[in-house]
């Protein structure tokens, strides 16, 4: 309930841009870039994942966390909280548990998530990204869906 | 010659009398034949058929006193369109037939006091994984809705239209494609369950669930009629689905966010974010 009161529209020097990692499995990355005109710089603010109708991480700590069990893959722990490690017939998959259903991702689709959140950091100042996170809430996100009409079907 | 003129005088007037006379009983008789004639005719008629009692014309007096109608009060709806609704096609339309007057006027009631909504089939359901400020992890999702009771007067309003369009002025016949019209539509709700649970209505399947709605919310309805609302069959049934169709396309859609995840909606704890942005 509070954290409506604290923030219900995103400010408008900052701009949430979609940015597809893995077109087949609908993997993609939400990241929340601030510009400042008088210093002619951008800031990263945050990074979401979103995969399929799901937005796993509404948090940047919790993107961390998420695209370092991938960076990890095979030697991931059982205290793992998104993924888990399942092998069949020689192969190694990772597999992660969304609210319906789950996803395996292999090991090159795991090499391409790192270096697509790699290429992400590039061209944007890390400097407000840990203590001046944008808290995105809930509703923040609802409204942005709306306005980029994410909410519509496609086809 | 005074004489002659005198002799000429009373002459002339004797002729005058006998032809007087003459045409005075020629006519004398042919009435009288006439009369003869009806009298025969009379006893005739009197043989054959019996004789027809005029029934004495009674006269009513105008009423120009005020009729009084038993309606039941607008402000009691808690929502402007379904008073609408009440106020287009009851009162307007002077239907205070008694079995479908009350019944239609608790559906209102019910919708009009809770605000229901119907999924748009264009929408894609987006479930969003958020901590709030003790870490706690929640799900919410959002998707696009529409108000059930925007949907169902522009169902009603159309489904007038096109019984208009097919002549059918039967009275019983609209009211019942009315009532199968609006059940339909609260059968397509999103929040099924909390309809039930305020009815207190049991189903097992989908396809049931108009039944079971039928029989709690048609209750004083003859079974005959309650059978021809939820017939699929039923005369108006093609065209409802077909103009449902055809509203669900056209109505602004509101953007909404649940706490919880489908089918555990809670109810009514969305918050409008955008209301009506198209």
Partial sequence: MLDQQITKTIPSNVSLIEIPVIRNKKICFIRAKEKVAEEKRSYLRSILIIIGDELITTNFADTVVLLAEIQKFERGNKQNFYTSVERHDGDVNLKLKLTEGHIYISTVEALAIINMYKLSLQGVSLTRIIEEELMLTAEMIAGYLNENKMLNKKG | ???????????????????????????????????????????????????????????????????????????????????????????????????????????????????????????????????????????????????????????????????????????????????????????????????????????SDRESLRYALVDKICENILLETKNKIVKDDFLNFTSITKIYNEVLLIQINIHILFLGISPLYQQLNYYHIHQKNN
């Fill in chain 2, 1 to 203: 010659m005074q004489l002659w003129l005198y002799i000429i005088g009373v002459s002339v007037l004797v002729v005058l009398f006998i032809v007087w006379i003459f045409f005075y009983t020629m006519e004398a008789s042919r009435k009288k034949r006439e009369l003869l004639a009806v009298k025969v005719e009379d006893e005739k008629d009197r043989i054959k058929a019996p004789k027809i009692i005029k029934k004495q014309e009674i006269y009513y007096q105008l009423n120009t006193h005020a009729i009084r109608l038993n309606l039941y009060p607008k402000s009691h709806f808690k929502n402007y369109i379904v008073e609408e609704i009440y106020q287009k096609i009851v009162i307007d339309n002077y239907w205070l037939e008694e079995p479908f007057h009350t019944e239609f006027y608790k559906m209102l009631q019910f919708i009009g006091s809770n605000k229901l909504w119907i999924k748009d089939p264009k929408t894609r359901e987006i479930i969003i994984n958020t901590r709030d400020n003790n870490d706690k992890l929640s799900k919410k999702t959002s998707m696009n809705v529409l108000a059930l009771n925007e949907v169902l007067e522009s169902i009603l309003y159309g489904l007038l239209l096109d019984l208009k369009r097919r002549k059918i002025v039967n009275k019983k016949d609209i009211q019942n494609a009315i009532l199968s019209a609006s059940i339909y539509v609260l059968s397509k709700s999103g929040e099924i369950d909390f309809i039930c649970q305020n009815l207190g209505v049991t189903y």
